[in-house]
């Protein structure tokens, strides 16, 4: 079908990112340049390539690329349609990220070893969505742990080290759980390679209660990351690592690592009917739900701006877990498309808050006030964003709320309405008084004088431009939904595919 | 399956109390020296054995034509080897005697 | 080729006894060649199965039986390449850390009784090999000096009673069946008191010297107290010889009715091992304790592995085993080399020495943090080859959820004491400064065997179906 170096191709996009990072360890604190360099060079490669891809699985082509490594389990690498959804969210982000790091860690030490382990983490979350596998996936997981781990505690502080103690002491346990659930499901059935409507089928009458075992295991591991209800903890806590790094955590590297887990798992390796058959659907939904409620009501309560975001992201992360558990085709557009959506957005709202803590010194809520007047451009992305993820029209969080509730009444789960009506509401509750202060309230805090990062921006450009950039694709990704290129048509595409395979 | 002479049972049984002997000093002493000398005395019983096992085969009273060569063979070899790791230990012991007077903290647990 | 490789390093051996100005040369060659005639010996017995050899033409059941199986193959060429490995460590750090001219005949002398003790399936042989191990070990550990003479003595006094424990075993045995060659023995077995108390005997000597749970109270002095470079070779190799041998004699020698009976002990010892060795090494407040406790924890897979195979008698278990054994020894080698090197350079034997060690030490620091990785098993370490072979043993045999959730359990003990030095590390509030400034091959040396022990992924199915076809 293809020239023999495309085989290739899905390699390639993890080493563009893999390689800088491995030379970026090597270079000298000072050699600044160098790394800026390296760092936009691996982003434009990266992004290349995708596009690459981008076109030819747009036109049926399917990437394959394998290595052997254990018996009845290769090393997979395979590039579909729901692994490019990923594969181009974490690349156009990352692109937005490191401009910002850049930015936000000009002049603090050690930032050859934060840039090589930035890259590290995003070659990681690149694997991991190119994985072809339930084996490749656990390796990619384990080594996005690893890669994270050193980017939370990066400051080296006492609060910093107990964060990061905590997120190792919850991801390994997942890794460990995801470990024994995959080992389980290989004993059973192998593990080839991912397929749309799942590979469990031929043993479900026969190992029923051995595979919903697996499917308890592995969505415990995963739900480790992607944050289900009583294995969040970790997230509040690793807000103190920088900005960007909160930004990459949260709106593409590892909770999206864990909920894109969760999609395969039920979409690729059990499938539609085995899930079904298994009734698995209904605790994986329920659960879900309570995360989605619970996150809300906990961020309503928070004072912080990153610690109400980050319980934020607890309830919006859970969206897409609920809308893949629904098992429809328009519930699980919703799903899909909330994985970039909710991406896009949250980065935006970090981005914001690392703008508003670097450029103001303000973490508090109640220090925002009137901060409108004094960085427009930062308020105005974060209401965009905040808008969004409320689900007003015309952002792009209405478009997935709007799929997922039309999922909802598809698949007569009046429940699931209700749940979301009533988290829309709790989202505007804790939102909406942010804005209120942003705009409405005069100024309060002590800030430090104007122009100390720029001369004539109200911070640093490379702060404001990702921020910026993230915030009209809110816009964008809403308004032109129904477009060729826009998320959503995308994952029309990969909903089509996954739901007539048979 | 074995069959012994009256008078072997009684060397089996001296090596069975050397044996006991040597491995109740090795337990019960502390001091290093006594326990070096409770292992030799265990290798003594065990050598014993082996040289009464060495007659097994033969009949009820002779003792001294079919001894089975290898096992002596085995007790020479043993020997050897106890005598270098006995030797070694007490070499062990003597330096350790030496630096006991100003000896540094110890390392850990 | 058998014979050159146990005769190369007795030659080297003595050669440095009259030469000693060249004696690290001649152990790195004598290394480097030996590691050489291993690959190929691997690759020969490989493809054309196990070969057999009786010494200086006696006839079977008299003279000492030697075999080559890919087992034993493996286990030759991992001795050679660590101590080519950590030779090279030593001559690198020689002049640094005053490492005594002992130890180079001594480290060829270790490599020759392991090389040996690998290849012999005779029981009296094999207690030969044991005591040379254990005394050239012994001298090993107290190259260090003043300190380690008392850890010493003690690992001594308790090796020599593990071999007399052995030994009597042996003699019992011999006085029942009149043979040393385990092929011979095999076929004359009969489990009844006599053979009971044999086994028994020997596994007691035997765990004792291997350090198992819970006779292990002597390595994490012994191994802590010894040079950086001997701890490595202890803690990798010196204890597995023992190890090899239980091995032995239990899936060999014993009968179906002994080894169900002794499973569970084992089982159960390694698990015990597992936990208190890694809640030990959670605990020390020294690095190289810390070291010499994971050793412990490690064991414990082995057992574990061991008690599992004699109970369920499934091929995967067994590769399980040996693949902990080759994965601990590389990963265990590593650890105990960086931390070596972090703790010469820093300057404290303390954990807290290590503190910022990220910043002062980062290719040690990330050397020790690989190593660790595979200890904890992740993918695609060999220490996650390990454990994936084992879960798979297990998920075959039915209703075995236990076992499962205790390797979680355990697991998690490895990581947090990993992740304690890792995240010590990582505190940037005051590093420890370096006493002098850091060496750099060291460190890479230390490195090496880390990057080899996730490489082990890319052999991974070969050395998996080896493995299991050694087990049939």
Redesign the interface.
């Known amino acids: 079908m293809s020239p023999f170096w495309l085989s290739y191709l899905p390699l390639a996009i993890i080493l563009s990112s893999l390689l800088p990072g491995l030379i970026i360890f090597t270079l000298k604190e000072q050699q600044v340049k160098l790394r800026i360099a390296l760092n936009l060079l691996g982003v434009t490669v990266k992004l290349v390539l995708v596009l690459i891809m981008w076109q030819a699985v747009k036109a049926g082509a399917v990437f394959y690329f394998s290595v052997p490594f254990l018996p009845g389990a290769e090393l997979v690498l395979q590039g579909d349609a729901l692994s490019l959804l990923f594969v181009v969210l974490s690349s156009v982000l990352w692109l937005a990220t490191t401009i910002y790091a850049i930015g936000y860690l000009e002049n603090s030490p050690l930032r050859s070893r934060f840039f090589g382990y930035f890259s590290l983490c995003v070659s990681a979350t690149v694997g991991l969505a190119l994985s072809g596998n339930l084996v490749s996936f656990l390796l990619f997981y384990e080594l996005l742990t690893l890669a994270t781990f050193p980017l939370v505690v990066h400051r080296g502080t006492p609060e910093a080290l107990a964060a990061g103690r905590r997120y190792l002491a919850y991801t390994l346990s997942g890794g460990l759980l995801l470990l024994t659930g995959v080992a389980l499901l290989h004993s059973l059935v192998q593990s080839p390679q991912f397929i749309p409507g799942g590979y469990v089928s031929a043993v479900v009458s026969e190992h029923a209660g051995l595979l919903q075992l697996a499917f308890g295991l592995m969505i415990a591991g995963l739900g480790v990351k992607a944050a289900l209800l009583p294995l969040h903890g970790w997230l509040p806590q690793a807000m103190v690592a920088p900005a960007p790094v909160s930004a990459l955590l949260h709106a593409v590297a590892v909770v999206k690592a864990g909920a894109f887990g969760i999609i395969r798992l039920v979409y690729d390796v059990f499938g539609v009917d085995s899930m079904q058959q298994l009734q698995l659907a209904e605790p994986l939904m329920l659960l879900a739900a309570t995360t989605i409620l619970y996150g809300s009501w906990r961020a309503l309560a928070q004072q912080d701006i990153k610690k109400r975001l980050a319980y934020s992201t607890i309830s919006q992360v859970s969206y897409i877990t609920v809308g893949v558990a629904m098992l429809g085709p328009l519930a699980a557009v919703g799903g899909l498309v909330h994985l970039v959506h909710q991406g896009v957005m949250k980065i935006t709202l970090f981005f914001c808050a690392g703008n508003y803590a670097e450029t103001l010194g303000v973490h508090k809520i109640n220090e925002l006030n009137g901060a409108g007047r004094r960085m427009p451009l930062t308020s105005v992305a974060f209401t965009v964003a905040a808008l969004g993820m409320i689900g007003i029209p015309p952002t792009a969080g209405f478009i997935s709320k709007w799929y997922l509730g039309l999922g909802a009444v598809a698949t007569d789960n009046s429940l699931m309405l209700l749940v979301f009506v009533f988290s829309g509401l709790l989202n505007a509750a804790y939102f909406l008084p942010i804005v209120y202060r942003l705009w409405f309230l005069p100024q309060g805090g002590n800030w430090p004088k104007e122009q100390r990062l720029s001369a004539t921006l109200e911070t640093h450009w490379m702060l404001l431009l990702p921020m910026l950039f993230t915030a009209v694709l809110i816009i964008l990704m809403g308004v032109f939904a129904s477009t060729g290129v826009s998320p959503l048509s995308w994952t029309q595409l990969i909903v089509e595919r996954e739901f007539s395979y048979d | 399956m074995v069959e012994f002479s009256s008078s072997l049972n009684l060397f089996l049984a001296t090596a069975a109390t050397l044996v006991a002997i040597g491995v109740y000093g090795f337990i019960v002493g502390p001091e290093p020296l006594r326990r070096i000398v409770a292992l030799n005395i265990i290798s003594a019983g065990i050598f014993m054995l082996m040289v009464v096992l060495a007659y097994r085969s033969a009949g009820p009273d002779a003792v001294s034509t079919l001894a089975d060569p290898v096992l002596h063979a085995l007790v020479l070899t043993g020997l050897v080897v106890a005598v270098s790791a006995t030797a070694f230990a007490l070499a062990l012991l003597a330096r350790l005697g030496k630096t006991t007077a100003d000896r540094p903290e110890e390392p850990g647990p | 080729m058998m014979i050159l490789l146990l005769v190369l390093p007795l030659a080297a051996a003595l050669l440095m006894l009259l030469w000693p100005r060249i004696a690290p040369l001649l152990a790195l060659f004598s290394a480097a060649v030996c590691s050489f005639l291993a690959l190929q010996l691997l690759l020969q017995v490989s493809e054309q199965g196990t070969r057999y050899w009786l010494l200086a033409g006696w006839p079977s059941g008299?003279a000492i039986a030697w075999q080559a199986d890919t087992l034993s193959c493996l286990l030759i060429l991992l001795t050679a390449v660590l101590q080519l490995l950590v030779g090279f460590y030593a001559f690198a750090t020689r002049a640094r850390d005053k490492l005594s001219q002992g130890f180079w005949p001594l480290s060829s002398l270790l490599q020759l009784s392991l090389t040996a003790l690998w290849l012999s399936r005779d029981l009296?042989n094999l207690?030969?090999c044991l005591?040379l191990l254990?005394?050239v070990a012994?001298?090993l550990v107290?190259l260090s000096g003043?300190?380690a003479?008392?850890p010493?003595?003690?690992y001594?006094?308790l090796s020599?009673?593990g071999s007399?424990c052995y030994?009597?075993g042996v003699?019992l045995l011999?006085?029942?069946y009149?043979r040393?060659d385990i092929a011979g023995l095999v076929s004359q077995w009969q489990p009844n008191l006599?053979t009971n108390s044999a086994l028994l005997l020997m596994s007691l000597g035997l765990m004792l010297k291997a350090a198992l749970w819970p006779l292990h109270g002597w390595l994490?002095?012994a191994h802590?107290?010894a040079p950086a470079p001997v701890s490595a070779l202890l803690s990798a190799l010196v204890v597995k010889g023992p190890l090899f041998i239980l091995c032995l004699l239990w899936l060999q020698l014993a009968s179906t009715e002994q080894a169900q009976a002794m499973a569970p002990l084992f089982a159960g010892a390694g698990l015990a091992a597992l936990l208190f060795g890694g809640w030990s090494a959670l605990r020390?407040?020294?690095a190289?304790?810390l070291v010499a406790y994971s050793t412990v924890a490690q064991l414990g897979y082995a057992t574990l592995a061991l008690g599992l195979m004699l109970k369920f008698d499934q091929p995967l278990i067994f590769a399980a085993l040996w693949l902990f054994v080759l994965a601990h020894a590389l990963a265990k080698a590593a650890c105990f080399l960086a931390i070596g090197e972090m703790s010469g350079t820093l300057g404290g034997?303390r954990l807290t020495t290590l503190k910022?060690a990220?910043?002062t030490m980062?290719l040690a620091m990330f050397a020790f943090a690989v190593a660790g990785?595979s200890l904890?098993?992740?993918?695609?370490s060999g220490g996650f080859?390990a454990?994936?072979a084992l879960?798979?043993g297990l998920?075959?045999q039915e209703q075995q959820l236990f076992w499962?959730l205790a390797?979680?359990l355990a697991?998690?003990l490895s990581?947090?004491y990993v992740?304690r030095v890792?995240?010590l590390a990582?505190?940037?509030?005051d590093p420890v400064a370096p006493d002098f400034s850091p060496q750099v091959l060291p460190q890479w040396l230390a490195l090496l065997p880390a990057l080899a022990v996730w490489a082990m992924?890319l052999f991974?199915?070969p050395l998996?179906?080896l493995l299991r076809l050694e087990a049939l």
């Open positions: 008299l009296f207690y030969v005591e254990a005394l012994v001298a107290s003043r300190k003479i008392k010493a003595l003690n001594l006094l020599l009673f007399l030994l009597l003699v011999y006085g029942a009149g040393l006599l994490p002095a802590a107290a020390t407040p020294f190289k304790n034997k910022g990220s910043q980062p990785g904890i098993g992740l993918p695609p080859l454990k994936w879960l798979q998920w075959l499962p390797l979680v697991t998690l990581a947090a992740f890792v995240v990582f505190d940037r509030a992924a991974s199915e998996l179906l």
